[in-house]
C-alpha cells in the first residue's frame, strides 16, 4: 500500500502511506525487541525457549530478528507462557 498507484486507488496520500508502512516495521521491531528481552530476562536461549513452548527456534529467530513481523496471536500467547509475561506486554 505504500506506491502511487495503490494509493490512488486507496484514495490515500502518498503520505499516509509510508506512515502506515513505517509503524508497520516499528511494530515488527518492538514484537521483537520484547520477545528477545524477555527471553534473556528469563535467562533463556532460543533454543530453550523453542523446546518450553513447543515452537520451532527459526520461528522465535524469525520474530526477533523483525523477519516475521506479525506472528500470530496464538503463537505470542504460546511464548509469553514459559517467559512468565503477557501477551500484552510482548506487544507493547
Known sequence: MCNK??????GFS????????NY?????????KNLKYYREK?????L??????GINRK???EIENGINGNPT????KILAKPLETTLE???K
Not at 24 to 32: C, F, L, Q, S
Open 5 to 10: 498507484k495503490q494509493a490512488k486507488t486507496k
Open 14 to 21: 502518498l503520505f499516509f502511506c509510508a506512515y502506515i508502512c
Open 24 to 32: 508497520r516495521e516499528v511494530r515488527k521491531i518492538n514484537i521483537g
Open 42 to 46: 528469563k535467562g533463556y536461549s532460543k
Open 48 to 53: 530453550k525457549l523453542s523446546k518450553e513452548a
Open 59 to 61: 520461528t522465535i529467530t
Open 73 to 76: 496471536i496464538e503463537t505470542l
Open 89 to 91: 506486554e510482548l506487544l
